[in-house]
Nanobody, 120 residues
Framework: QVQLVESGGGLVQAGGSLRLSCAAS????????MGWFRQAPGKERERVAS???????DYADSAKGRFTISRDNAKSTMYLQMNSLKPEDTAVYYC??????????????WGQGTQVTVSS
């Protein structure tokens, strides 16, 4: 059974930074792509960034230049460093694993989510 546990969310002022973590267990972490998604109130869930098994990354336009996704295979943990945060980044952020090692593969497991709130 794959389990994903996010941490690091919270309240921050606009322009500030947060680092989200996602600890994974239940299958070989290094073989699968991972991703961060977010869902704001009244909006659909959207992909923020994803990372392949080999460290290749891809970002949504809204995240480029401000967010950095990374992974530590030895710790079975993925990270999202978020800088220059804006009020429109406010959302519940979800960690996800993909069905293969490629960063655009379909999601097969989700974490429970962590709230990020950016005040103006």
């Amino acid at each position: 059974q794959v389990q994903l546990v996010e941490s690091g969310g919270g309240l921050v002022q606009a322009g500030g930074s947060l680092r989200l973590s996602c600890a994974a267990s239940g299958r070989p972490f290094s073989l699968y792509a991972m991703g961060w998604f977010r869902q704001a109130p009244g909006k659909e869930r959207e992909r923020v960034a994803s990372i392949s098994y080999d460290g290749s990354t891809d970002y949504a336009d809204s995240a480029k230049g401000r967010f950095t996704i990374s992974r530590d295979n030895a710790k079975s943990t993925m990270y999202l460093q978020m800088n220059s945060l804006k009020p429109e980044d406010t959302a519940v952020y979800y960690c996800a694993t993909m069905r293969s090692g490629y960063y655009l593969a379909a999601v097969d497991y989700w974490g429970q989510g962590t709230q990020v709130t950016v005040s103006s």
